[in-house]
């Protein structure tokens, strides 16, 4: 969900600060009461009207190794998980190679090229 707007805040403030009750404001601009006091709460203390800048996690550890992933896919892009890790000497889990595939935008699932099986619908 996105954060609400600097200029929705600053006529939030104005009001409140020009007399109108929480409830009131909250009526007025659709937000809920609880937001209106902790944006009131938040410029008495800081001053600040802006809207909070988002967390963000720690950088995943595949990213440092993100040219080897794209040129180990694209050296064999029919090799398993296991395979890039052994082969490529990729110094990642599977599951952190998994997402490090989904994330880049790289296949992962073997071609289809091969001849069917005899024994299996496939």
Do not use: N
């Amino acid at each position: 969900m996105r954060a609400y707007s600097a200029d929705l805040r600053e006529r939030v403030l104005a009001d409140a600060d020009g007399g109108a009750g929480t409830r009131a404001v909250a009526a007025k601009y659709r937000v809920s009461e609880s937001w209106v006091r902790r944006v009131k709460q938040v410029g008495r203390e800081t001053g600040r009207t802006a809207p909070a800048a988002q967390r963000r996690g720690p950088t995943p550890g595949w990213v440092a190794h993100a040219d080897a992933i794209r040129a180990a896919v694209a050296a064999d892009p029919d090799a398993a998980l296991a395979e890039y890790r052994e082969r490529f000497a990729l110094p990642l889990s599977r599951s952190a190679l998994a997402r490090a595939l989904v994330a880049l935008g790289l296949p992962r699932k073997k071609s289809r090229s091969g001849r069917p099986s005899r024994t299996a619908r496939t």
